[in-house]
């Protein structure tokens, strides 16, 4: 008796872990079904926004002022306008985006982006962000400086960039101390930035927060800043060599950004560095600088226990000013060490000079 019942229930929970699985599996399929059939209906409402306002947006932005008459635009149009409207507007400049700028205004987009700043969904609040860059509205500067302070890494650059559309001169020095904190800052695009900005406004705050940083922070922000601006990034290194000569990562990030051959008496003593990293990094400032006054300290560092050392000391005897097959030949000759011989020999079949 006892084992029918025991049986009767281990039957009657199957089945209805059965049923409570197909339930499951029923609600994830209808769910799925609704998602996708919400995706298609917003594909298909930005399709037809986009048809109905490019062309009179492109007409603006090309020749003419904005028609008397537009289209009705309903509130659930709004978002796909403006994502329209601002992708049009970082193609143009001058009169086009003065007449897009107009536009908008008319159709109370300045409102509505004020409105979505204050959205718990960061697409909303990036929208808005780059709408008010745009117009340039100088009444939304605070609200754009407290989202440049944002946790989210996009949200923060998009306020920067607005910012320095509305007031580069006065935006720069609060972006630069965030481009400090800010290592998930697109790059590329944090150096378009600082160019949009102008040269002149960007290079003073760049060079006072180079040099105000803790020592931890620099070298990783030194590439950067030669790649945005390769003299400004020389003369910061030059400066900071003087300033921390005992600071092996900055020594050896600052030796690599280096242009001005001025330092190259300065740089001389690194030689004898024990951070190999410094090392290889003088040989290469030396073979960028150099010419041939440095042949004799590019033959020291090619014989260093290191092999990259050798390899990049190697590589800058090849590009001293100067320097020629002859002077190469010459250099083999007088080489002791082997190390330094075979790499030489290496680096001259790597550039296919015998």
């Not at 180079?210 to 950067?224: D, G, N, Q, T």
């Not at 190259?264 to 560095?273: A, T």
Request: proline share 5%; charged share 25%.
């Amino acid at each position: 008796m006892d084992l029918n019942t025991d049986s009767d229930l281990v039957v009657a929970l199957a089945w209805r872990s059965a049923e409570v699985a197909a339930a499951a599996a029923a609600l994830m399929l209808l769910t799925a079904l609704i998602v996708r059939r919400y995706l298609q209906h917003r594909e298909n409402l930005r399709t037809r926004v986009v048809e109905r306002w490019r062309p009179i947006l492109t007409q603006i932005a090309i020749e003419a002022e904005a028609p008397l008459e537009l289209p009705k635009l309903p509130a659930r149009h709004v978002a796909f306008l403006m994502e329209e409207w601002n992708a049009l507007n970082d193609a143009v400049r001058g009169e086009a985006a003065a007449r897009l700028n107009d536009l908008a205004l008319r159709l109370g987009l300045d409102n509505i982006a004020r409105h979505l700043m204050n959205s718990s969904e960061v697409g909303k609040q990036i929208l808005a962000i780059r709408t008010l860059g745009h117009l340039r509205d100088p009444t939304a500067w605070k609200p754009l400086q407290e989202h440049l302070v944002s946790v989210n890494a996009l949200v923060s650059f998009y306020a920067a960039a607005a910012l320095v559309q509305i007031d580069a001169q006065r935006a720069m020095p609060g972006i630069m101390l965030q481009v400090a904190e800010r290592e998930s800052w697109p790059g590329e695009a944090m150096a378009r930035l600082l160019v949009d900005a102008g040269a002149d406004i960007a290079r003073e705050p760049i060079r006072a927060l180079m040099l105000s940083l803790e020592a931890l922070k620099i070298p990783p922000l030194l590439p950067w800043l030669a790649h945005v601006d390769a003299v400004l990034g020389s003369e910061v290194a030059t400066e900071l060599l003087h300033r921390h000569p005992d600071d092996q990562h900055i020594v050896a990030a600052a030796l690599l950004v280096l242009l001005d051959p001025a330092v190259l008496p300065e740089i001389r003593g690194f030689v004898g560095s024990s951070d190999p990293d410094i090392r290889m990094n003088l040989a290469l400032a030396l073979g960028r600088l150099g010419d041939l006054d440095e042949t004799e300290l590019l033959m020291q560092l090619m014989g260093d226990r290191v092999w990259w050392v050798r390899y990049r000391a190697a590589q800058a005897l090849l590009r001293l000013r100067g320097m020629n097959a002859e002077g190469l030949e010459s250099v083999g000759a007088r080489l002791t060490d082997p190390y330094a011989r075979d790499m030489l020999k290496h680096v001259r079949a790597e550039e296919n000079l015998g």
